[in-house]
């Protein structure tokens, strides 16, 4: 996906990921390209230690198993919520300007960040997978 989102347009990007590795990209990862980006160049520089957490797969730990109701639901935000009050995390969803899925999401990102800098996180795959560029790649959780 590196060289992919190399490409100045979607469309580009997509065919160049499709041509590498057999499918296209999302328009939502392709508009996370400056992000992306980003986060390179201080990997790069070795600025900083970076780590991938996928919420939903630390919600699903927290919970024992993956979670059956949408985050985008009242229903799925009350489950995440009180999964977040288990692991002493309370949430006020009423942040101005923010989805409670996300406000949600940012809560249980920093409950994984805790815990890999703690020493207690696990990595999917274990060990983490090491690609060609050297960054040993996973998700923390």
């Given at each position: 996906?590196?060289?992919?989102?190399?490409?100045?347009?979607?469309?580009?990007?997509?065919?160049?990921?499709?041509?590498?590795?057999?499918?296209?990209?999302?328009?939502?990862?392709?508009?996370?390209?400056?992000?992306?980006?980003?986060?390179?160049?201080?990997?790069?520089?070795?600025?900083?230690?970076?780590?991938?957490?996928?919420?939903?797969?630390s919600?699903?730990?927290?919970?024992?198993?993956?979670?059956?109701?949408?985050?985008?639901?009242?229903?799925?935000?009350?489950?995440?919520?009180?999964?977040?009050?288990?692991?002493g995390?309370?949430?006020?969803?009423?942040?101005?300007?923010?989805?409670?899925?996300?406000?949600?999401?940012?809560?249980?990102?920093?409950?994984?960040?805790?815990?890999?800098?703690?020493?207690?996180?696990d990595?999917?795959?274990?060990?983490?997978?090491?690609?060609?560029?050297?960054?040993?790649?996973?998700?923390?959780?």
């Open positions: 996906m590196r060289v992919a989102c190399q490409g100045d347009t979607h469309a580009r990007a997509s065919t160049v990921n499709r041509e590498r590795a057999g499918e296209g990209i999302s328009t939502q990862a392709f508009n996370l390209r400056p992000k992306l980006q980003e986060v390179e160049k201080l990997a790069f520089a070795r600025a900083y230690r970076i780590i991938e957490v996928h919420p939903e797969v919600f699903a730990r927290i919970a024992g198993r993956p979670l059956a109701a949408s985050k985008k639901t009242a229903e799925g935000q009350r489950v995440r919520r009180d999964l977040l009050a288990t692991v995390i309370g949430v006020d969803a009423s942040v101005v300007g923010a989805a409670v899925d996300d406000v949600l999401d940012a809560a249980v990102v920093a409950w994984s960040g805790r815990r890999v800098l703690s020493g207690q996180a990595s999917l795959p274990d060990p983490p997978e090491v690609f060609s560029d050297g960054w040993p790649s996973a998700i923390w959780v």
